[in-house]
């Protein structure tokens, strides 16, 4: 019977350091796991990034804005094509600033944010009857898009010829007496010949919707250019 009991304590005490023991391993194991310094393989999986995070460093202003919610529309991805998503309908946008801000981002080079600024802007223009809400804004328009047209990509140039048409063909002549303000970096691209075909249509639309008032404008800052009206 003694024997018995002695060959339970034995037992019972050899089980005990087992589990201290690998309790310990275990333990260890949670430490270094925990003390593991990350890999570069962890700084990209996209489940930790966010591409929209206000943490980015060397964010432009307009994807701050765009990151913190000052644009009430998102990206979305579809199968053919993207569109954009507006959280309040464009008719009830406020124009001031959310245009500008728009305009302000035609000169962006990254996605989603050049994708989010011209279909934004493209689109609150094709709002029924904004031109009442958008004549107020062209001198803030105005120096907003030249950030566009002065650019050294050829795609945001081209972008920001799309917009000043656009632009006319919703403000007509209100847009004359901030029209030097676009002529001065579109005439740097005159020559270029990659952009001269677009310069020329663009012009050829200031001047139909500003009427002859326009050309003299066009004609200081281009003195190449050709009326249409010759």
């Not at 393989?41 to 765009?66: E, G, M, R």
């Not at 245009?99 to 989603?112: I, Q, R, S």
């Not at 031109?131 to 803030?140: A, C, D, E, G, I």
């Not at 048409?165 to 740097?188: D, F, M, R, T």
Request: net charge positive; proline share 8%.
């Amino acid at each position: 019977m003694a024997s018995s009991h002695a060959e339970s304590r034995k037992s019972s005490s050899t089980q005990e350091s087992k589990r201290v023991a690998s309790g310990g391993r275990q333990s260890m194991g949670s430490t270094k796991s925990a003390g593991r310094p990350s890999k570069p393989s962890d700084k990209l999986n996209p489940k930790t990034i966010d591409p929209f995070s206000n943490s980015n460093k060397n964010q432009s202003a307009f994807a701050a804005i765009y990151s913190n919610g000052g644009i009430p529309c998102r990206l979305t991805h579809g199968s053919v094509k993207h569109t954009l998503r507006w959280d309040t309908p464009p008719e009830q946008v406020q124009y001031d600033p959310v245009l500008v801000t728009l305009a302000e981002g035609l000169k962006e080079t990254v996605h989603p944010y050049t994708f989010v600024a011209r279909t934004g802007f493209k689109e609150l223009l094709e709002v029924p009857g904004c031109s009442n809400r958008v004549v107020p804004l062209l001198p803030k328009l105005a120096v907003a898009m030249r950030g566009a047209l002065g650019h050294s990509d050829p795609s945001v140039v081209t972008g920001g010829l799309d917009a000043v048409a656009q632009l006319s063909e919703v403000v007509g002549p209100a847009l004359n007496p901030h029209i030097n303000k676009l002529l001065v970096p579109v005439s740097k691209h005159m020559t270029d010949k990659k952009h001269k075909e677009k310069v020329v249509d663009t012009l050829h639309i200031l001047e139909n919707n500003g009427g002859r008032e326009c050309l003299p404008m066009i004609k200081s800052k281009i003195p190449t250019y050709s009326s249409i009206f010759t």
